[in-house]
């Protein structure tokens, strides 16, 4: 599809929703987001390196826990698969996203939820707090094709509630199987959560995981095929929390969402998408960013199956 296409179908999607301002934003955020909580964007890059926006695109907004699938992709390429699943499985947990949900031998269900998150952050290698942040910043920017980096107004927010993932990391440590130490392992968690993008640079992000891991705007070979492969299957089958049947029955891509209202989706060999609307559902998952994927998902066929 040419530029202008691209452009037209994603305004149009971004007008139908634009008039619903039904959902809470996250109260904790309110100070570093919700000031804008009406605001609107969205974005996608194809594999061959077209792109197209709409609505703000030049806001910046934080990844929260979009990071989960991307920290994931990192330390399946930095430590390999068999190392990534010895500490988190692969399966949907059906639980909201702060639950413990540990198999019976200790590992969180899936590196989408925040226990798993935190310890694929703990995965992430590295003798320091800095040295795996500054890791991680580096592939970040590598797939969104840009300089990205860390908000501290969102991270001392974060910081300043942190008693529950805290508590998670806590109950991972105690049989031994976090790598590093509970308070380290959240608060590079929480760093990677404040990690700032626009809409555009996450749609990239999103081309290059549909895209088998190159970015399709630099050709930098940023993961391999089989991790871009790994981190797509853990999308489509947990990325939206307790919701995925529903989002995957309905709208059929590998997603990520995020409490600041990022969404990001990928769809396999064909185009990154994403949106950011603050305002969020029960569930925790954008309430526009759902409508505009559901729009583009049925107007261009986008559903994996
Ligand atoms: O772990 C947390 O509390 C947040 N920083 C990230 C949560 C998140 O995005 C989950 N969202 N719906």
Request: hydrophobic share 45%; net charge negative.
């Amino acid at each position: 599809m040419d530029t202008d296409r691209l452009d037209a179908a994603l305004t149009a999607a971004l007008e139908e929703v634009e008039p619903d301002h039904s959902g809470e934003t996250s109260d904790y955020l309110d100070d570093v987001a919700g000031r804008q909580r009406d605001g609107l964007a969205a974005a996608v890059c194809t594999v061959d390196g077209h792109q197209a926006s709409a609505g703000e695109a030049e806001h910046a907004f934080a990844l929260q826990s979009v990071s989960k699938a991307l920290t994931y992709a990192v330390v399946l390429e930095e430590v390999g698969l068999d190392a990534v699943l010895e500490h988190v499985g692969v399966e949907p947990s059906g639980e909201a996203f702060n639950h413990l949900s540990l198999h019976d031998d200790g590992r969180p269900y899936n590196p989408l939820i925040n226990a798993g998150a935190i310890m694929a952050h703990a995965l992430v290698p590295g003798k320091d707090a800095q040295t795996r942040a500054g890791l991680l910043l580096d592939r970040y920017s590598a797939m969104a094709g840009a300089r990205l980096e860390v908000s501290e107004g969102v991270r001392a927010a974060e910081s300043a509630r942190a008693d529950r993932n805290l508590g998670l990391a806590h109950l991972l440590a105690d049989p031994g199987v976090l790598p590093i130490e509970a308070r380290e392992a959240v608060d590079g968690y929480l760093t990677q959560c404040s990690i700032l993008v626009t809409a555009p640079q996450l749609a990239v992000m999103g081309a290059t995981l549909a895209a088998g891991g190159v970015n399709p705007l630099t050709g930098e070979r940023v993961l391999q095929e089989w991790v871009a492969e790994q981190s797509l299957s853990v999308m489509l089958t947990c990325g939206m929390y307790d919701a995925t049947g529903q989002w995957v029955a309905e709208v059929g891509v590998p997603a990520k969402s995020g409490v600041s209202g990022a969404l990001l989706g990928a769809v396999p060999g064909a185009v990154g998408i994403a949106t950011w609307s603050p305002r969020l559902d029960e569930r925790g998952n954008s309430m526009r960013g759902i409508g505009i994927f559901e729009r583009l998902s049925e107007r261009w066929d986008l559903h994996v199956l």
